[in-house]
């Protein structure tokens, strides 16, 4: 059973322009995290996602992050016109019941240039 | 919202010592614990967690103590070694909010 998957696994950007961050759930687990980890800092929960449903988006700054978890394919995170501000490590994580036992993936490195 | 503490933010011991880690919680619907490890530039991985209906839970060197009414839980870890050098992160979860809020990190570094 595979853990869950990111990618990409680093990912370097100049200002103003797109990232797609992309994660794959653990097989059997329909419960998607997004957090943010700056250097030396700890986890900001972004947003928490079903299938087709945005759960709740509370940690997502208004602008220019969207995140989507369609039903075929991977939960994606998608920030527009980034700025040096969103340089950091962006982790997904997922679970088979809502919350309880979040397992992490290993992370998209997000530089902006 | 849940509001999640933890102390100490650095903690270094000696190769076999004992080394403990404590968070507070501030919202008394949070019902779940876990305990993370992250070693630099890895991934956050779960190591062990409580729920709000048991007191202690252990796992090997690793044990996990809640006090539901003073709001705060613990991380122990006996017989340290070098490999238990990381960052360590408690987190608590409220079914309400369907979420998990960490605690800032304690850095652990075990010397020999």
């Known amino acids: 059973n595979a853990g869950v998957m990111q990618n990409p696994r680093h990912l370097v950007r100049r200002r103003g322009q797109e990232a797609r961050l992309r994660c794959s759930p653990m097989?059997?687990?329909?419960?998607v995290y997004w957090y943010r980890q700056l250097p030396e800092e700890g986890l900001k929960f972004m947003v928490y996602l079903q299938k087709e449903n945005i759960i709740d988006e509370s940690g997502m700054p208004k602008e220019r992050f969207s995140a989507e978890f369609p039903k075929e394919g991977p939960s994606i995170l998608r920030i527009q016109q980034v700025v040096r501000g969103d340089s950091a490590a962006y982790f997904c994580?997922?679970?088979?019941?809502?919350?309880?036992?979040?397992?992490f993936g290993p992370g998209t490195r997000l530089t902006v240039l | 919202g849940e509001n999640v503490e933890q102390h100490p933010s650095t903690l270094s011991v000696q190769e076999g010592d004992s080394a403990v880690i404590k968070c507070t919680y501030s919202d008394s619907a949070s019902n779940y614990f876990p305990w993370y490890k992250q070693e630099l530039g890895k991934r956050p991985q779960l190591i062990i967690d409580?729920?709000?209906?048991?007191g202690e839970k252990k796992d090997q060197r690793i044990a996990v103590t809640l006090n539901k009414t003073a709001k705060h839980f613990s991380l122990h870890i006996t017989e340290t070694q070098p490999e238990d050098s990381a960052v360590y992160f408690c987190a608590g979860f409220t079914g309400t909010a369907s979420k998990l809020t960490f605690g800032t990190g304690t850095r652990l570094q075990v010397t020999l």
């Open positions: 409580i729920r709000s209906n048991v």
């Open positions: 097989k059997g687990h329909s419960h």
């Open positions: 994580a997922s679970s088979p019941s809502g919350g309880i036992e979040q397992f």
